[in-house]
């Protein structure tokens, strides 16, 4: 019977530092996973996924959209924050409820208490997608943190330093696993590696990521 029990509750979340003002918190989103996948969902019948283009005509292989009060874009004009989703015209979605309070707890566990995010942009990656090495630097406020929450299949998360040059670590991270960072780590580059094929039961080969931030 013990053992029963053990093979099908989730695993408790645990945290591992990357840094001073970083921190992956593992499997902390596992148990509202399939919640946030109906999030998503219903952001996007209003909000499709589409690829963006950078400000150097690139089109990203990471699908995007976003709820909340701002909404990430980028164009020939450049990267910003703004509250019509230039795809329709009308306002961003309201971001769910469980969105917010999952990204609340774990910046509170992450030891950010006044975190409210105003935005959230959801990535979806199918196999082949990227995201090149970045600083998060279009928000107003750096003393808020960043929430990032992995679903689906797998992906290896790069977290560099301060400088583009200098060396990221390689995180694997999976369904559930939320990465915070903040403070002295705020501006730190990142990515994430080429999705690689993978079967996940509910996402099947994509990966989506959430990605909560304070915008203005
Ligand atoms: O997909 C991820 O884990 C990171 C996403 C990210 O860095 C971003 O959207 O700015
Ligand atoms: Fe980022």
Redesign the pocket.
Known sequence: MTMDLFEHSPPEPWAESLCEGAVVLRRFASVSGAELLAGIERVTAQAPFRQMRTPGGHIMSVAMTCCGDWGWVTDARGYRYQHQDPVSGDPWPAMPEVFRTLAVEAATKAGYDDFEPDSC?I?RYSPGAR?GL?Q?KNEDDFGQPIV?V?LGAPAI?QFGGLRRGDRPQRVP?EHGDVVVWGGPARLRY?G?LTLKVADHPLTGACRY?L?FRRAR
Do not use: K
């Open positions: 942009l990535n995201m970045h998060d990032s992995s998360f991270l990142h994430v990521n990605t």
